[in-house]
């Protein structure tokens, strides 16, 4: 079936733009994560959902990053004006379950580059 | 705070060589443990995991045992492939309301003919 999906999959920034991130998780997966990648890094958690909800966002690096899953399925990062630093791959994953251990799926990312 | 610390790359290794990826962590409690691969050009892909002491993930030739007394989870694999040439990930989690993972650095692994 098919997997979790992102696009762009590559988006260029001019430094104090707005952009949107899109993820699409399996169907019927209950938990989405957002993680962000810097170049020659380990994926580092930004934000959580349960559904529509936003469990965790302990990770969000500024109140310039928000998300939003409104329905339980698609979820959008957005990032308003956007500085260098925040240039990295955005990865969104998802699970099946709540809880538990469960297997995260990853989309192949959206690349962010601002120049 | 929660950490895992993987051995730095690249692994250069010719085919049917034996791998060890080297990886330990720093947590409270009693995490569980993952490989994840990303291949060119592809998303991540759970390799392997292990959800208590002692237990032993293993996939594609691929092992790892959870030690806790050493905190450690070496990725393992007998004869390596051009195939295998990717990068590898270890990461942690605690599962629970969150079930957030922690990863490393990532090691890449280039396997030559």
């Known amino acids: 079936g098919a997997g979790v999906s992102q696009s762009p999959r590559y988006k260029v920034a001019k430094r104090g733009q707005d952009v949107a991130l899109r993820c699409d998780p399996i169907?019927?997966?209950?938990?989405l994560f957002w993680y962000q990648q810097a170049l020659g890094q380990g994926p580092e958690f930004l934000t959580y959902?349960?559904?529509?909800?936003?469990?965790?966002k302990s990770g969000l690096p500024s109140d310039r990053f928000f998300a939003e899953r409104p329905e339980g399925s698609v979820s959008t990062l957005k990032i308003q004006r956007t500085q260098q630093e925040d240039s990295a791959v955005y990865l969104c994953?998802?699970?099946?379950?709540?809880?538990?251990?469960?297997?995260?799926?990853f989309g192949p990312g959206t690349r962010l580059t601002v120049l | 705070g929660n950490s895992v610390t993987q051995m730095e790359g690249p692994v250069t290794l010719s085919e049917e060589a034996f791998l060890t990826i080297n990886c330990t962590y720093t947590?409270?409690?009693?995490?569980?443990l993952f490989w994840y691969v990303q291949y060119p050009g592809e998303g991540l892909q759970l390799l392997l995991k292990?959800?208590?002491?002692?237990d032993k993930g293993s996939n594609k030739g691929f092992e790892a045992t959870y030690r806790k007394e050493t905190t450690s989870f070496h990725l393992e694999k007998g004869s390596v492939q051009v195939s295998d040439s990717a990068v590898y990930f270890c990461?942690?989690?605690?599962?629970?309301?969150?079930?957030?993972?922690?990863f490393g650095t990532g090691t890449l692994l280039a396997v030559q003919p």
């Open positions: 994953a998802s699970s099946l379950q709540r809880w538990g251990t469960d297997t995260q799926y």
């Open positions: 169907s019927g997966h209950v938990s």
């Open positions: 959902f349960q559904n529509e909800a936003q469990l965790d």
């Open positions: 947590a409270t409690g009693y995490p569980s």
């Open positions: 292990a959800t208590k002491a002692d």
């Open positions: 990461a942690l989690s605690y599962g629970g309301a969150t079930n957030k993972l922690i």
